[in-house]
């Protein structure tokens, strides 16, 4: 599996570009944050929308399955961004 780089650009299913904003390696299993490209590059006074991933043994990206999963993996992403 390559290793997945903070900046890489990938597009999904439908076409949309999807940036990677940060990653985390957790227990074993690595993680992403990734924002819409359209929605980074605007200039917007809203909040932009940041979805968390896992990433499977093939590189590819997947939903967080569980609740706490989840919160464990936001928990350390929110770690991180306040580092930066």
Do not use: H, P, W
């Not at 390559?2 to 999904?12: M, Q």
């Not at 076409?15 to 819409?36: C, D, H, K, P, R």
């Not at 605007?42 to 609740?67: C, M, P, R, W, Y």
Request: proline share 0%.
């Amino acid at each position: 599996m390559e290793n997945i780089e903070v900046g890489e650009i990938f597009t999904n299913d439908q076409g949309e570009e999807i940036e990677v904003l940060a990653v985390v390696n957790m227990e074993g299993t690595e993680y992403v944050a990734v924002g819409f490209v359209e929605d980074l590059q605007e200039e917007i006074e809203e909040d932009i929308d940041i979805f968390f991933l896992k990433v499977n043994q093939d590189g590819d990206f997947t939903a967080i399955e569980s609740d706490e999963e989840f919160d464990r993996v936001s928990s350390a992403f929110d770690e991180i961004m306040q580092e930066d």
